[in-house]
T-cell receptor
Framework: SQTIHQWPATLVQPVGSPLSLECTVE??????LYWYRQAAGRGLQLLFY??????ISSEVPQNLSASRPQDRQFILSSKKLLLSDSGFYLC??????????????FGNGTRLTVT | SQQGEEDPQALSIQEGENATMNCSYK?????LQWYRQNSGRGLVHLIL?????REKHSGRLRVTLDTSKKSSSLLITASRAADTASYFC???????????FGAGTILRVKS
């Protein structure tokens, strides 16, 4: 069966510090991978998605970046965190289909607080 | 802008009652999906309905889709305290590879 691992679960970082969140998927190949951010009491904002190694699409201009060094590994990074980067970060994967978006499978999220 | 918007923002009902949540969207879609999120956790996929389908059932869940009105509803029958969660609809804003989520409905089921 497929599983998704996301860590750390919680993180408190000072403004201006770097960030690295990691997500890995097991039990599937060639998944689509996603990073979403959720502000408190709000919906999900798509940050990045990837359809393959080294292929990253950015949805929102900001000081965050994403990389996919391996097929089932997705990393969210920042060189210098801002207060506005605080939030709940969710990684997700889906089966790649040609003509429709398949269901997303989410990790348990990382609660990031920038102080 | 968000593709899907849920209504109501919050809903509080007694155990055993039915809960209905609505979702409206703006552009053509291939499919619409509903998810549940327990507090502090990731989202869990509940049901997917395609644009050529009008109704779909899964256990106590019933989803309808009206493409002419660009709206969908999620009905949870005989609700339980364990159904307490946030519920989101998600649509593919354009062909391929990404879903856009609404702001969600917070459901509280009181026992």
């Amino acid at each position: 069966s497929q599983t998704i691992h996301q860590w750390p679960a919680t993180l408190v970082q000072p403004v201006g510090s770097p960030l690295s969140l990691e997500c890995t998927v097991e039990g599937t190949s060639n998944p689509n991978l996603y990073w979403y951010r959720q502000a408190a009491g709000r919906g999900l904002q798509l940050l990045f998605y990837s359809v393959g190694i080294g292929q990253i699409s950015s949805e929102v201009p900001q000081n965050l970046s994403a990389s996919r060094p391996q097929d089932r590994q997705f990393i969210l990074s920042s060189k210098k965190l801002l207060l506005s980067d605080s939030g709940f970060y969710l990684c997700a994967w889906s089966v790649r289909r040609r003509r429709e978006n398949s269901p997303l499978h989410f990790g348990n999220g990382t609660r990031l607080t920038v102080t | 802008s968000q593709q899907g918007e849920e209504d109501p923002q919050a809903l509080s009902i007694q155990e055993g009652e039915n809960a209905t949540m609505n979702c409206s969207y703006k552009t053509s879609i291939n499919n619409l999906q509903w998810y549940r999120q327990n507090s502090g956790r990731g989202l869990v996929h509940l049901i997917l309905i395609r644009s050529n389908e009008r109704e779909k059932h899964s256990g106590r869940l019933r989803v309808t889709l009206d493409t002419s009105k660009k709206s969908s509803s999620l009905l949870i029958t005989a609700s339980r305290a364990a159904d307490t969660a946030s519920y989101f609809c998600a649509t593919d804003a354009e062909y391929g590879n990404k879903l856009v989520f609404g702001a969600g409905t917070i459901l509280r089921v009181k026992s």
